[in-house]
């Protein structure tokens, strides 16, 4: 079950030649592979690439016509050894990952693959996400692709241009006997757009094929002494190939229309949409992105072409450079390429840029601003030009026609050089103006858990379990469940990576008093975690604890099913208990709770864990549905149901504000959304209490939680019964009749006490 269904959209994939596709980037990408005759495609879902591996699991009955071998990768690792495949023999495969986490988990088979060379096109499409929207730590691709000597394509943000780079990363790999990265940005892979299509290619050579015709080619291997030869063939061959194809293909765009030719700019592909914008908020390009100052634009941003840039920079004092990221790897190779050829061509990037962080529009508008004010002042437009009094007059000499041009010519040159051109200073294009009065009104909102989450009364749970044994040392994971290192929970010291919380702790496998604690998801132990983490804990006799929670998806990239789900899918082989693979490692301590909101069982099973005086690792198996997956697969049966006027029930929890003493631990150990404050009401209680906002799901891990912590009996089920039933009606009607009863005892009672 993921995120998002494409069942509707994934139809636009049997578009034939010569007609219009609309709709996002993701799937104009996942036509441009089936255009391209690929044989395979593979991948681990992670944002902002995810959606891509829910189209193609959505379009495998269009993959199976094609004869196309899609496969959901166990990790990011595997996906990339997947195209060995086209080492051998001419078959076209694509992989795609989260960058740069998921190259760094590819990275082995990636540099096996760029050394010993591919036969048939090899494309890894990484989901660049770098910047504002970013999950992870700041890192650019750009570095393992020079690492490595692996071709980097950055295209222009629209789907001509997507489209155009798939088929061309395929070609270019071809041509190169080279993997080729496609890099595709946070915003380029959901914007919308259209192209017009070609016919879907069923690949020349199929897997089947290549199984019954096998190959086989040591000098492909990496192994010595060919590995020492791969070096040399990069150098010799494969690049200079690479070259080739990109300037006789023109991979890279120059639009040099413009009148300005002193000056230069020089984009990565990927940021062409943000330097036209910001040429337009200084008046220095039209509506139709047409630029006065000449573009070089970088849609294959790894190897840059000498020549390329020597021509462009040609008679030009000044070129700015827009390089995303840090280090800044292209614009110390464009300073080598110039110094080398004896030009002086300035370039200007990270002067007058900044030197990390995300270039959105205001960003590249106030470098572009700065460059013109040390090269041509003149250019930037004034406030007495950007008032329409102004710009009537024209830019010559206040003759609104060119001499010598027809009236109709004229007009359109007015047009374009005299319309209103903007201040930059006015520009309402981000919000940073407006942040401190907002900060005042609205809090900063954390990452933090969905309302329900069953990972939630885990982490209550050990957090009760240190108040009474102490705390511990705990090393957390990649997925929802990091969440806890922020309040209530406070929980967690380190993070390493996908599936590697049970490694991380490794070190501490000492003798002491308090164990260590590790902990991982269901996603992260299929990935990384039964080799790397439980494996490891066997094979050295690891005398820690090791958190399993297991919530039936890969929840935090979307709710992408993995091998331990409970779903029936008919594609994929799921039921597999993770408890049979933890003790077929060789794990002989192991619990499973399959209700993690049972927090007192939990706590309890922590301390048996933390105290037990058996050796080796202790494994923690906690199963509860993730909420956000239950609710979306449960709300449509129930109001189904209702529709059909069956009876259903709803759960609801309540606080009873005059018992709710104000404590509030409910709160401090669960952090639930859906609990709030409010007033009493009563003169006599000067704490607010607990209330229960409509947002709950009824999961039940607040009263868990304070009963656990305090036995609070403030806390109270409601249930919602939809169609009840004559049983129901005569319920209520008691109910009504026994609580309205002892309310006017209870009124009378007051009224004499007050006589």
């Known amino acids: ?50 959606h891509l591996m829910d189209v193609l699991a959505d379009a495998q009955d269009i993959l199976e016509e094609l004869d196309v071998h899609f496969e959901a990768s166990a990790s990011e690792a595997t996906a990339a050894a997947t195209l060995s495949a086209s080492v ?53 691709t750009h570095a393992f692709a020079m690492k490595s000597q692996i071709w980097l394509l950055d295209p222009r943000p629209n789907l001509e241009s997507m489209v155009q780079a798939v088929e061309d990363g ?99 592909g990927g940021l062409y949409n943000g330097a036209i914008r910001s040429l337009q908020l200084l008046g220095l390009a039209d509506h139709f992105g047409n630029s006065r100052i000449p573009i ?71 470098g572009l601003q700065k460059f013109l004010t040390n090269q041509r002042p003149e250019l930037l437009p004034t406030l007495e030009e950007s008032t329409p009094a102004a710009a009537s007059n024209g830019g010559n000499g206040g003759n609104g026609q060119a001499n010598g041009n027809s009236h109709d010519q004229a007009d359109m040159e007015v047009a374009e050089v005299t319309r209103p051109k903007p201040v930059a200073k006015e520009q309402p294009i981000h919000f940073q103006s407006f942040s401190k009065e907002i900060s005042q009104v609205v809090p900063p909102r954390p990452a933090g858990f969905c309302t329900g989450c069953p990972e939630r009364p885990i982490f209550s ?22 969440f806890s290192v922020l309040p209530p929970f406070n929980l967690g010291a380190t993070t390493m990576g996908y599936g590697l919380g049970a490694a991380s702790s490794a070190a501490f496998n000492v003798k002491s008093s308090k164990r260590p604690i590790s902990i991982m998801g269901d996603g992260g132990f299929w990935h990384n975690g039964l080799a790397s983490g439980i494996g490891n804990a066997v094979f050295n006799k690891y005398d820690g604890v090791i958190v399993i929670i297991d919530n039936y998806y890969s929840a935090a990239t979307g709710g992408q099913d993995v091998l331990s789900s409970r779903a029936n899918n008919p594609n994929r082989s799921t039921n597999n208990p993770i408890i049979e693979a933890v003790k077929g490692v060789g794990v002989k301590w192991v619990r499973v709770i399959d209700r993690t909101y049972a927090v007192s069982k939990v706590q309890a099973t922590f301390e048996e864990a933390l ?41 609801r929890f309540g606080v009873d504000g005059d018992v709710c003493t104000g404590d509030h631990a409910c709160i401090r150990l669960s952090g639930c959304p859906s609990l709030t404050i409010k007033d009493s009401d009563d003169p006599l209680k000067e704490d607010p209490v607990a209330y229960i906002d409509n947002t709950c799901v009824g999961c039940g891990n607040c009263g868990e939680v304070s009963h656990a912590a305090v036995l609070c009996p403030s806390f109270y089920r409601a249930d919602i019964v939809h169609n009840p039933n004559k049983w129901d009606m005569f319920k209520s009607r008691v109910r009504q009749r026994v609580i309205g009863f002892l309310q006017s005892r209870r009124s009378r009672q007051l009224e004499q006490i007050s006589l």
């Open 461 to 482: 749970a050990l957090k009760l379990t240190q108040e009474k044994l102490g705390e511990h040392h705990i090393s957390g994971d990649i997925g929802c469940h990091l």
């Open 611 to 651: 105290t037990t005086k058996e050796g080796g690792p202790k494994v923690l198996i906690l199963q509860s549905e993730c909420m956000l997956n239950k609710q979306r697969r449960v709300k449509p049966q129930f109001n189904q149901a209702v529709k059909e006027g069956k009876r259903m029930v709803k759960e």
């Open 170 to 268: 395929f070609q270019l790999s071809e041509a190169s006997n080279t993997p080729v990265i496609l890099q595709l940005r946070i915003r380029t892979c959901h914007v919308h757009g259209r192209f017009i299509t070609k016919e879907n290619k069923r690949p020349p050579f199929t897997l089947s094929q290549a199984l019954e015709n096998p190959k086989r080619d040591t000098g492909r291997i990496v192994l010595p002494p060919a590995a020492y030869e791969h070096e040399y063939e990069k150098i010799r061959e494969r690049w200079p190939a690479a070259v080739n194809f990109i300037k006789e293909k023109k991979l890279n765009e120059v639009f040099d229309e413009g009148d300005i030719k002193d000056l230069g700019i020089i984009v990565q």
């Open 88 to 140: 051998m023999y001419p078959i076209r495969g694509a992989v795609t990952w989260k960058s740069t986490v998921g190259t760094n988990v590819a990275s082995d088979a990636l540099a096996n693959l760029a050394s010993g060379g591919v036969t048939g096109g090899a494309l890894v499409i990484v989901g660049e996400d770098y910047g504002e929207g970013s999950s992870i730590m700041q890192e650019r």
């Open 296 to 366: 070089y634009v970088m849609n294959v941003t790894y190897p840059v072409i000498d020549d390329e840039i020597n021509e462009f920079c040609k008679d030009k004092k000044a070129v700015l450079l827009y390089e995303e990221g840090q280090p800044n790897y292209i614009e110390q190779n464009l300073n080598t390429i110039l110094r080398h050829s004896g030009s002086n061509t300035i370039i200007s990037g990270k002067d007058v840029l900044p030197i990390a962080g995300e270039y959105t529009t205001a960003v590249m508008r106030d």
């Open 1 to 50: 079950m993921a995120e998002r269904s494409f069942k509707k959209e994934v139809q636009q994939l049997r578009i034939g030649a010569g007609e219009e596709f609309r709709g996002e980037g993701i799937l104009a990408v996942t036509k441009a592979l089936l255009q391209s005759g690929v044989g395979y495609v593979a991948g681990y879902q992670g944002a902002p690439i995810s």
